[in-house]
């Protein structure tokens, strides 16, 4: 321990620590007589417990000094003991407010820019969202995504509540580990349950198919509904259609919210996506289902449509915006009538929607990013150590085909340059080019598994090693270009 360092521990807690190296300035913070901070040690980051208390951190006593002194890693057990001695490091029910936006940190790095951009805004962040694919491509639990952001947290000193999403869980058990965890908002993923195939039957195929029940008769055939000025009707083949299509997926979420949430089991709020569908939902549907769910007495706080046009990873809105801002209004007023907010996935860079969504919703939006955050680190990588970026440029290349079963996208490789063309000082400038913003960001879970022959990591270890060493490199990009999202939101 330096002398810098045990004066200043000395001096606790009437000290700043700005004068002295390898403190976290904003880290600083008492629980009754005990003052915790951070320090970063060599490379890695450490916690620093002085004072009495706290027996639930795990750290190395250091002896010979004034006061009790540990040391303590950033594992498990502390984190959790961090957000029980410091409440705002711990999620908070952040979806309830106006304006809300996810950012998935999968890498477990992106915390601190994330927190540069959410500073000065005011819209609430949703630092931990992951899906169970995420975390089975970077290796990650819901408990060491949560982890990390707790440190970024308590490291960078956000005080103002950040959420944290089980996002596209589709498995009861799943849903159990988020809560378990403290997780504040779960995302019901009822895709397995919506019949994507009933698009394809006939009037007559779906006539045939199935016998409304008396109730749901009653409740909407022929009825008509007006949402602010719009109006709709239920007309026979068109309910039975929405009954075939998501009928089960209504009463998976029925038992999903009776067996989690009702009568506030969960400290956590509940949003519905059905925006893994083959065709955007009408407002015949989504009204349907809405309804259904206040009938099943499921309360959500969010619903995820699908929206025309195409919400591609990573790049910008494509289609017609005409015709999405007609059907956002429609949706909007359906959610305001319902008393939630909409939320949009894929929101990454959907720069030229953003601005529709905050006007229409009135400022009540929840939206999600994920890819964007990995393609920023990847665009630092490429800035930073042209060598490795082109080796993973290639690599990505040659892997590409096989990505692409598992997303929806539309790539023409061939209008990637040759970059064997380019001076390294343009290879960041491959990141403003959506073809190659597709390459690298399906790619990820390969790019970041990817072995030797000798079984070794080929990539892994580099990258965090950069990015560890180029934190601040990766906090900047990331305030500008999330910073940009939240802007356009509120234009
Ligand atoms: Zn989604």
Not at 170 to 195: N, R, W
Not at 309 to 336: C, M, P, S
Request: net charge negative; proline share 3%.
């Amino acid at each position: 321990m330096t002398n810098g360092l045990m004066q200043f521990i000395h001096n606790l807690p009437a000290v700043s620590a700005t004068e002295v190296a390898g403190v976290y300035p904003y880290s600083i913070n008492q629980a009754g007589s005990l003052t915790v901070f951070m320090i970063k040690d060599d490379t890695e980051d450490k916690l620093v417990l002085v004072g009495e208390g706290g027996s639930d951190f795990q750290g190395q006593p250091i002896n010979g000094l004034d006061k009790p002194v540990r040391i303590s890693a950033l594992n498990s057990l502390n984190a959790q003991a961090l957000r029980h001695h410091f409440p705002f490091t711990a999620p908070t029910r952040v979806l309830r407010q106006d304006r809300s936006f996810g950012v998935g940190d999968r890498l477990g790095i992106a915390t601190p820019g994330h927190i540069r951009a959410f500073r000065n805004q005011d819209v609430y962040p949703v630092f931990a969202q992951q899906s169970i694919r995420e975390l089975t491509l970077t290796k990650r639990s819901f408990e060491d995504v949560l982890n990390q952001v707790t440190f970024a947290v308590f490291r960078e000193g956000y005080k103002k509540g950040y959420g944290a999403d089980g996002d596209h869980l589709k498995k009861v058990e799943d849903i159990e580990v988020a809560l378990k965890l403290g997780f504040s908002m779960i995302t019901l993923d009822c895709s397995d349950y919506i019949d994507n195939q009933v698009g394809n039957m006939t009037d007559q195929e779906v006539d045939r198919e199935i016998q409304l029940d008396e109730d749901l008769i009653k409740r909407y055939l022929h009825r008509t509904f007006q949402i602010e000025d719009v109006t709709f009707t239920y007309d026979e083949i068109s309910l039975k259609r929405i009954v075939l299509i998501y009928g089960k997926a209504i009463d998976f979420t029925k038992t999903v919210f009776h067996q989690f949430f009702i009568d506030s089991q969960a400290n956590a709020d509940f949003e519905l996506s059905i925006d893994e569908t083959m065709t955007p939902t009408t407002p015949l549907e989504h009204y349907f289902v809405a309804s259904e769910l206040v009938h099943q007495q499921v309360e959500i706080a969010t619903l995820a449509p699908r929206f025309c046009g195409e919400f591609q990873k990573g790049i910008d809105y494509i289609g017609d915006l005409n015709q999405f801002e007609q059907e956002l209004k429609v949706h909007a007023a359906i959610a305001r009538h319902f008393h939630y907010k909409l939320s949009i996935h894929s929101g990454s860079d959907k720069f030229s929607v953003f601005p529709l969504i905050g006007r229409i919703t009135r400022g009540r939006y929840h939206v999600k990013t994920a890819g964007t955050n990995w393609l920023e680190a990847m665009r630092a990588v490429a800035l930073i150590d042209p060598a490795l970026y082109r080796e993973i440029h290639d690599y990505a290349l040659s892997v590409f085909q096989d990505a692409r079963q598992y997303y929806h996208v539309t790539t023409d490789l061939t209008r990637i340059p040759d970059i064997s063309t380019l001076k390294d000082s343009e290879l960041p400038a491959l990141f403003n080019l959506n073809e190659a913003r597709q390459l690298i960001h399906i790619t990820y879970g390969l790019i970041l598994n990817a072995q030797n022959t000798d079984g070794s990591d080929r990539f892994r270890t580099k990258l965090y090693q950069l990015w560890n060493e180029f934190q601040d490199t990766y906090a900047k990009m990331l305030e500008k270009h999330i910073g940009k999202h939240l802007t356009l939101l509120k234009a």
